[in-house]
């Protein structure tokens, strides 16, 4: 059995080409790439969570910690304490708990309200 090369068509469905004239036959079809080199920062980069509703809670929430001075910014490894976007972090993870309200598993509720609950513990406490 030999390997099939992945690969993508692009159709351009446009009657005109670049010059404004009509199109011949058979013109619409551009090759992509049959395939792409994977570059050494390809193979480094850390691969991403999967798209779920907790992934995005978990990265507000790490921004909201990130803010309340809880945990250093990775790029200069310093903690630093801004309390607006803090609250702006906290507050979006609300919205979206109103939002959803009833379109959320047991789970996924049961997280945003623990999320929540420490969150906004934390920053009264720095608030102070």
């Known amino acids: 059995m030999g390997e099939e090369e992945k690969g993508f068509v692009i159709k ?8 404004g004239e009509l199109k011949e036959e058979g013109q619409e079809e551009i090759k992509g ?4 080199e994977e570059t ?7 691969p991403l969570p999967e798209v779920s509703l907790s992934s995005l809670v978990f990265s507000l929430s790490s921004s909201a910690l990130l803010h309340l001075g809880e945990i250093a910014d990775p790029q200069t490894g310093k903690k630093k ?18 939002k959803t309200k009833g379109n ?3 789970e996924e509720d049961k ?12 920053y009264v406490k720095a608030k102070k």
Do not use: C, P, V, Y
């Open 12 to 19: 351009d469905k446009r009657s005109l080409n670049e010059k």
């Open 33 to 36: 790439e049959e395939k792409k």
């Open 40 to 46: 050494e920062e390809d193979l480094q980069r850390i």
């Open 81 to 98: 304490e801004d309390l607006a976007l803090a609250k702006h972090s906290i507050d979006t993870i609300g919205m979206l708990k109103e």
């Open 104 to 106: 959320l598993t047991e």
């Open 111 to 122: 997280f945003l309200e623990s999320i929540l609950t420490d969150l906004r513990w934390r």
